[in-house]
């Protein structure tokens, strides 16, 4: 993960399987690209995810991609 980037942000680890973000699911990575392109910037959401087999909610904030 990026240095403050929103992952960094949220706290997420490497070993995280992201299973929603808001309200939409995230069944694989495409799906996660897919709700990410089209997520808010800026607008803080949810993201549901399982850490070492136990569930866990973090909030991340979208932000423009860098250049």
């Excluded at 997520?39 to 860098?66: C, F, N, Q, S, W």
């Amino acid at each position: 993960m990026e240095p403050d980037s929103p992952a960094a942000q949220a706290e997420l680890l490497p070993r995280d399987c992201i299973l929603r973000f808001g309200d939409s699911p995230v069944p694989d990575v495409d799906a996660l690209h897919r709700v990410l392109t089209e997520a808010a910037v800026g607008v803080p959401t949810p993201l549901a995810l399982l850490r070492d087999g136990e569930p866990l909610t973090r909030t991340i904030t979208p932000t423009e991609a860098p250049a």
